[in-house]
Nanobody, 116 residues
Framework: QVQLVESGGGLVQPGGSLRLSCAAS????????MRWYRQAPGKERELVAA????????NYPDSVKGRFTISRDNAKNTLYLQMNSLKPEDTAVYYCNAIRALTRFWGQGTQVTVSS
C-alpha cells in the first residue's frame, strides 16, 4: 500500500522556521522524483520545491528561493522541506508528491500557518 505521510506543520510567527517531513512507504522511493506543493484557500496548488532521485538537483520558484530547502534521505524513505524566514503568504496546506513517468502519488497534506 502506497503511503506519503506529511508531518511538521503548525503555527509559526513571521520570520520563523519549520521543517516538514514526508515519510514514504509502499513504493521504490529512491527512483521517484519528489516535489513539495502548497495550496492556500481559494488558490491553485503551486509547486514550491523539487528534487531529483539522488538529491543532487533541486529547483524552486522565485517566491521561496533562498528561504526553502528541499532534501531527501533515500535510506530512510523520507523527504524534507526546511522553511526559513516564513511569511504570512506562505500559509497553506503543504503536500508531498512522488513522480515517475505517468505515476503520481500524493500525501494528505499538512497545514502551515504563518501569523503573529
Amino acid at each position: 500500500q502506497v503511503q506519503l505521510v506529511e508531518s511538521g506543520g503548525g503555527l509559526v510567527q513571521p520570520g520563523g522556521s519549520l521543517r516538514l517531513s514526508c515519510a514514504a512507504s509502499g513504493f521504490a522511493f529512491s527512483s521517484y522524483l519528489m516535489r513539495w506543493y502548497r495550496q492556500a484557500p481559494g488558490k491553485e496548488r503551486e509547486l514550491v520545491a523539487a528534487i531529483s532521485t539522488a538529491g543532487g538537483s533541486t529547483n524552486y520558484p522565485d517566491s521561496v528561493k533562498g528561504r526553502f530547502t528541499i532534501s531527501r534521505d533515500n535510506a530512510k524513505n523520507t523527504l524534507y522541506l526546511q522553511m526559513n524566514s516564513l511569511k504570512p503568504e506562505d500559509t497553506a496546506v503543504y503536500y508531498c508528491n512522488a513522480i515517475r513517468a505517468l505515476t503520481r502519488f500524493w500525501g494528505q497534506g499538512t497545514q502551515v500557518t504563518v501569523s503573529s
